[in-house]
């Protein structure tokens, strides 16, 4: 068993495309969370220890959020964030959060569009299992498909 969770998809938008819908808060509501989830940014600085903090609701009623941290931005390559860290990459209050996650986020050129992965990463099996029962593969793969299909609306 490993603790890390994986996608991968190739989305068919180009990769500069798919790196806006990630880093301009204009464009987050449109894919963020499987339909009919509603997206509210909070807060987006992507930068190293910038603000990482996305709401949702659905039928008016809010799901838990917290703010996260930015670990790593390289433009149009690879964006780390965490939950783990708040802004500033001030600890947070993990009672605060059903488990903690570290997600890495790969964007390459593709003759189709952007090779898109994602690799999350765990603490622990029992953070990685909670994960997945939340919906990781089936959340994260329909979150995909919205961003390849709004980011192809943008164009290059």
């Known amino acids: 068993m490993t603790t890390d969770l994986h996608l991968h998809r190739i989305l068919k938008a180009p990769r500069s495309a798919v790196w806006r819908c990630w880093t301009e808060a204009e464009h987050i509501p449109h894919w963020f969370a499987p339909k009919p989830v509603v997206t509210r940014v909070v807060g987006l600085d992507p930068r190293p220890g910038g603000v990482f903090h996305i709401a949702m609701s659905m039928n008016g009623q809010d799901f838990p959020s917290s703010a996260g941290c930015f670990l790593e931005v390289v433009p149009q390559e690879r964006l780390t964030w965490t939950s783990a860290l708040g802004p500033d990459f001030r600890p947070v209050d993990a009672a605060d959060a059903p488990f903690l996650f570290t997600a890495t986020l790969t964007f390459a050129d593709h ?37 390849g299909e709004y980011a192809a609306t943008l164009g290059r």
């Open 111 to 147: 003759p189709e569009g952007t090779e898109y992965r994602v690799v999350a990463r765990h603490k622990d099996q029992a953070s990685a299992d909670a994960h997945e029962a939340m919906g990781f593969s089936q959340g994260w793969g329909t979150v995909a498909e919205q961003l």
